[in-house]
């Protein structure tokens, strides 16, 4: 089986992975973590998201994370912007701290939608579109994540068809590429699989990424099985940063340096160095107060230790 050549990680770890942490940190440690990132290879990076610091307040110094980062020419900052006002929040800076791209999300479970964000899925698309038009304009790239593509912690399993659907609306409005989420972490290898088929007709290979939570231990072999339809683009977060709100004491994001452990000893280039990033993701975690919720770190650390 042909498997892609190379794999494009985004770290989500800076916006998805601290936004539900109770405990505020700081401005200086996010813009650490992002420096950290960079220096150990990642190409692109989810640095914050504009929304109400009502809603998120660990996410109320966005302006000042953005303004702090000082960025490496061929790395893509990107940001959270859930309606025009946070769209214009992140415009508001001079064009040297706007974001490269903006993600805008939607659900493919109506139940997640409504429990989330009090919208069919088909109004949450349309309130997005001026967002989308507004930063094509200015030159600024659009993702859209689509959750719960696998599973739903209302509706329970999730049909291909209703992926499909979402990722029509989506190409509708002018998002340029999608990640396919396994919000909650319950898919397998062949669910996976059915979800970004429904993607394909829709989007090109290229313009995929997988976004997989660990809460069943289930993330590499699920990403294993987008590699094995040449999805080449996946979305982590270092020392695992993120737990899953809808899940107790599960675990979130699957953590970036398992991923490239995986990669690498699979052959597959990731321009990362995975001693690098296992220190960005102690850096994180110390200034939490906790270890990285990583197994390749634990195991590379111990071994250094000799």
Request: aromatic residues 6%.
């Amino acid at each position: 089986m042909k498997l892609p050549a190379q794999v494009k990680l985004v770290d989500v770890g800076p916006r998805d992975g601290l936004q539900n942490e109770k405990q505020p940190v700081s401005a200086e440690v996010k813009i650490g973590l992002v420096h950290r990132l960079q220096d150990a290879g990642l190409k692109e990076i989810e640095v914050t998201s504009f929304v109400s610091p009502k809603w998120v307040p660990q996410m109320a110094d966005n302006a000042e994370v953005m303004h702090g980062i000082q960025r490496k020419p061929g790395v893509l900052y990107s940001v959270l912007t859930p309606n025009m006002k946070g769209f214009e929040a992140a415009i508001a800076a001079p064009r040297e701290e706007w974001p490269d791209e903006i993600v805008v999300f939607g659900a493919a479970s109506e139940a997640f939608s409504q429990k989330n964000i009090n919208c069919s899925i088909a109004e949450s698309i349309e309130r997005f579109a001026p967002v989308v038009e507004a930063a094509r304009a200015k030159g600024i790239a659009v993702r859209g994540a689509m959750s719960c593509t696998v599973g739903c912690p209302y509706e329970g399993e999730i049909a291909p068809a209703k992926v499909g659907y979402l990722a029509q609306l989506m190409k509708g409005i002018g998002v340029q590429r999608v990640d396919v989420a396994d919000t909650i972490g319950v898919g397998t290898p062949r669910k996976v699989q059915a979800a970004m088929e429904a993607t394909l007709a829709h989007f090109e290979v290229d313009a995929i990424s997988g976004h997989f939570h660990d809460t069943y231990g289930q993330a590499l072999v699920n990403t294993l099985a987008a590699l094995e339809l040449g999805v080449w683009n996946f979305q982590s977060s270092s020392a695992g940063l993120g737990g899953c709100p809808y899940a107790k004491g599960a675990t979130g994001n699957v953590a970036t340096e398992d991923v490239v452990y995986m990669l690498h000893g699979m052959g597959i280039e990731t321009g990362i160095d995975l001693d690098k990033l296992i220190d960005a993701g102690v850096y994180i975690s110390e200034a939490l107060g906790r270890e990285p919720n990583s197994r390749a770190s634990k195991a590379i650390r111990t071994k250094r230790a000799g």
